[in-house]
Every structure is written in C-alpha cells, then in structure tokens.
C-alpha cells in the first residue's frame, strides 16, 4: 500500500502527510488510487488523536472516485483494508471504481488447488459497480504468502473490458 493513502481519514488542511489519493503510471495510462481502512477499527486500534475525524468510508469513497473523475481520471481503483466481504459490499455502494484491490480478512481468492488449498472466490471477483459497471475485486490474503496478478483491461472510454 502506498504510505501517502489514508482516506477515510481526514487530516488537517494543507497537511502534505498524508493525501487522499495517489496517481501511478502504466503503459502511459493514468491510475488513480484511493485508501479506505475501517474508520471504527482503525480509531480503536491505532488510538488517533481525539480531535483526528474519520468519515464514512462509502461517502468518503464516492467523493474521492467524484473529485478524481472530475480532474480527468477514469481508471480507478481502491486499496482496502476492510475485509473481502466489505469489498463486495462497498462495490455495489458507489459508482466509478474499476478495481478492489483489500485485505484485513485474510481471504484466499482463486484456484489453488494444486498447493491443496482452497479459496473463497474467483481471482479476481467480478462484480458490478452501484451504476452497473464492472468492478474487479482481489484480496491479498495473508501474510505474503500469495503474490497476485491483477491486469485490468480498458477500453477507450476508461471502463473494464476485463481482468
């Protein structure tokens, strides 16, 4: 996870500690990632300062996908630490996000069957977006014991294609 994501969390203004999204490059194609933690879990157990807010994290999503789309991004993406059935869950409550990438669970997605282990769902899982569009979602089960490969394939106008 890159270190500068933090949403929901929502730091003092002009704080450069932490930022609310991060833009990576790939094949020339902007991707604009998000952080969302569980708000509840996180004030518990990293013992913020009182006066250190945390917002929803669904609104807190949707108006971080808005403001990116709105500056001209349309790949992006969630880093999550909620848990897969949150993912899924958080997948149908907001419009505009390609692709879950979480953790906190420790769910094993995919086929690995062959290690004589199972998993819980399909790497990745596909599901649909509150507008209907597609969401890829992918979990980084436990303790780097699985590296994933997610590749997501867009068509001109920034949708998923597939993954």
Excluded: R
Excluded at 1 to 13: A, I, K, S, W
Excluded at 16 to 32: C, M, R, S, T, W
Aim: with cysteine.
């Amino acid at each position: 996870m890159v270190p500068q994501l933090g949403t929901p969390l929502f730091p003092d203004p002009g704080t450069k500690l932490i930022q609310p999204y991060h833009i990576e490059h790939f094949n020339g194609d902007a991707v604009a990632f998000v952080g969302i933690d569980i708000a509840q879990k996180t004030q518990v157990s990293s013992q913020p300062f009182d006066t250190t807010p945390f917002l929803d994290e669904v609104t807190t999503a949707q108006n971080q996908i808005n403001m990116l789309t709105a500056m001209g991004y349309d790949k992006i993406g969630l880093v999550t630490h909620q848990g897969y059935g949150n993912d899924i869950d958080l997948a149908s409550m907001v419009s505009g996000v390609d692709f879950i990438v979480g953790g906190d669970s420790h769910t094993l997605v995919g086929d690995h069957s062959a290690l004589g282990i199972g998993g819980t769902g399909d790497y990745p899982t596909i599901t649909t977006d509150l507008s209907g569009n597609t969401t890829c979602i992918v979990q980084a089960w436990e303790y780097s014991k699985v590296v994933g490969n997610l590749n997501v394939q867009f068509d001109a106008d920034g949708n998923v294609v597939s993954c």
